[in-house]
């Protein structure tokens, strides 16, 4: 018989899994983090979208988007142009590449989560969260720099393709 300790990490490790799963699908599929899939549906919902709003949307720092635009960039999924009346501003527009992942990509893990969780009352809303903050502060993890991304390993790096 387990214990309910055994039985919280049984959960904790079937999220973990299926995070796992899901990323290595996208990249599989797509070549793509969860995370760069995010900034190309960020630009391509944004007209003339600049990198300090794409940041904000995407709820990550300028620094990680800025490295998730360069790595976007190299693949041919995004172009960078300056603006004709202010040089220093700079947009971030799709390709047709670009246009094509966006319309070839699964669904979201995080998409499927957040359809689920809308739809719990929202005393149970607040009951999730506050159970998640407390297993993060159990595991030490209070103090990490997330965003509302579930990925596995680095934000801008794809998953293994095993």
Same mark, same amino acid.
């Given at each position: 018989m387990l214990n309910k300790s055994d039985l /919280? =990490? %049984?959960? =904790?490790? @079937?999220? =973990?899994?299926v995070t796992e799963q899901k990323s290595r699908a996208l990249a599989n599929q797509s070549g793509l983090t969860p995370s760069q899939l995010i900034i190309l549906q960020i630009?391509? @919902?944004?007209e003339n979208a600049v990198p300090s709003v794409i /940041?904000?949307? /995407?709820?990550? *720092?300028?620094? *990680? &988007?800025t490295s998730l635009i360069d790595k976007l960039e190299r693949q041919g999924m995004v172009n960078r142009r300056r603006d004709t009346e202010d040089r220093r501003r700079v947009f971030v527009d799709l390709t047709d590449k670009g246009r094509e992942a966006l319309a070839g990509a699964p669904d979201l893990l995080q998409e499927r989560f957040q359809s689920g969780f809308s739809k719990l009352p929202e005393w149970e809303q607040f009951f999730l969260i506050s159970a998640l903050e407390r297993v993060a502060s159990m595991l030490g993890a209070e103090d %990490? !720099?997330?965003?509302? &991304?579930? !990925?596995v390993g680095a934000i801008d790096k794809p998953a293994r393709r095993d």
């Open positions: /919280a =990490l %049984i959960a =904790l490790r @079937k999220i =973990l899994r630009i391509g @919902k944004l /940041a904000r949307e /995407a709820t990550l *720092t300028q620094a *990680t &988007v %990490i !720099d997330a965003a509302p &991304v579930l !990925d």
